[in-house]
């Protein structure tokens, strides 16, 4: 192969990996983009209601604390699996898609979605609206709990860098928990447990998952799992919540009101960029690398409090949603957390390399 080939193939090289670390980069800012709208969402319209002292429903302490983080994010997924459903239609691939269902790696999806869909996806809501945007750098502790979950379930290593960047996104995690304690108090506390339930779930599925992705084009694989996450959500966990509030609210009667309510054009902004942000990470990994696609999405652990406070905060006038100084300075420390457990060592970014 002579130079001037060579030199072609570099370049080709280089811009492909651009692109596939802009596309992860934009897997964090879409996802930060659906946790704020979607908590917006949460606080307008008949969520208002619901979540006021004196609202129109009688609802246990229970009820506000996780069947409404389940319906809202039962609303979201289902909205995002027909946005991904639309955009396999434009792509031709609705029947790629119900032939992938019925296949080994296509049900690893379908059980990856149920992890992280019904179950993480809720314990995630549920910690935003009681915790705020602090609790957001305690679910990115996925990226190490996946890891940890890699080495003792798969046997895979983990290098001096990958022990150390989770050593250290658990320090951030802490730092950024330690100094919300105080003004927060139990909220905080519950909001932090559901965010690390969510990050074991989320952990699980990131580990899992890699098996199902490496054999269905990402585009099939998302839209597997927001439908199954929705349809879970929707006719599994809510009605199962509801049987074990024991009030004899109704999961469905919910979701209706919620579905009809002005709201819902939140949801379908925040059902949209969800689709989209773990479409963008999925295609991002596979272009530049599992660990810098990682640690690109990881970045949500700023953008989610950054546009949470954008939407809600700034435009939406609600108090309560700004980091303080360290908690913004920690999140933004956690993201090279996160890129060490991808095994990046963040010195070569020091290194003069070498033509």
Sequence with gaps: MNSNAIAAKQKADSAFLKKGVFIAIMSGITYGLYSGFLTYGMGV?????????????????????????????????????????????????????????????????IICALIGGPIASTCYVAALQTGGSIIVPFAALNAAIGALIGHFVFKQKLSPIMVAGIILCLI???????????????PAMLGIGLALVCALGWGIESSVAGFGTTLIDYNIGITIRQVTSGIGNTIILLPLLCLIDGSGLNGFSLFGNALLDSSVIFFVI?????????????KGASMCGAA????????????????????????????????????????????????????????????????
């Design 172 to 186: 951030c995690a802490a730092v950024i928990g330690g100094t919300s304690f105080d003004g927060l108090g139990g």
């Design 270 to 282: 925040s059902g949209l960029f969800a689709g989209l942000s773990y479409g963008f990470w999925y």
């Design 45 to 109: 319209g008949i969520w208002a209601d619901w979540y006021s002292e004196t609202p129109s429903i009688a609802f246990s302490g229970f009820a506000i604390t996780y069947i409404l983080a389940s319906l809202g994010s039962a609303l979201n997924d289902s909205i995002s699996g027909i946005w991904m459903l639309i955009k396999c239609g434009i792509l031709g691939e609705l029947g790629d898609w119900v032939r992938c269902l019925k296949t080994k790696p296509g049900l690893v999806m």
């Design 292 to 355: 810098l696609g990682m640690t690109c999405n990881g970045a949500y652990a700023f953008w989610s409090p950054f546009f949470i406070w954008i939407v809600c905060g700034v435009f939406g006038g609600w108090e309560g949603y700004a980091l303080t100084p360290i908690q913004w300075i920690a999140a933004a420390v956690m993201i090279i957390g996160i890129a060490m457990v991808g095994d990046i060592n963040p010195l070569n970014a020091f290194k003069k390399k070498e033509a």
